[in-house]
Nanobody, 120 residues
């Protein structure tokens, strides 16, 4: 009923920038928190950034000052602007959204993931 589709990943040199987008679609009544997570090879998935429906944000210490999360509620879309990228930012980035549909209570949905690779 609800799909999250990510875009914007790719290969970039250290110090470069990328912007990820994630659009939610389906029978959406409202979306609460939206966030970005990442998972590097051999590591657990970790929170990168979170944004509430009211616009409050929270960042992992490793990305503070370099990444910016934002959202467009009218488009059901969340963005992640990543500046000053480092090789250690290399991972698969996943979008997450806490979605309430017209038939269900809030449920967490995940995107399919988009690869970000930062070369040194």
């Amino acid at each position: 009923q609800v799909q999250l589709v990510e875009s914007g990943g790719g290969l970039v040199q250290a110090g470069g920038s990328l912007r990820l987008s994630c659009e939610a679609s389906g029978s959406i009544r409202s979306i609460n928190d939206m966030g970005w997570y990442r998972q590097a090879p051999g590591k657990q998935r970790e929170l990168v950034a979170l944004i509430t429906s009211g616009g409050s944000t929270n960042y992992a210490d490793a990305v503070k000052g370099r990444f910016t999360i934002s959202r467009d509620n009218a488009k059901n879309t969340v963005y992640l602007r990543m500046n000053s990228l480092k090789p250690e930012d290399t991972a698969v980035y996943y979008c997450n959204a806490d979605v309430r549909t017209w038939r269900t209570l809030s449920t967490a949905y995940w995107g399919q993931g988009t690869q970000v690779t930062v070369s040194s």
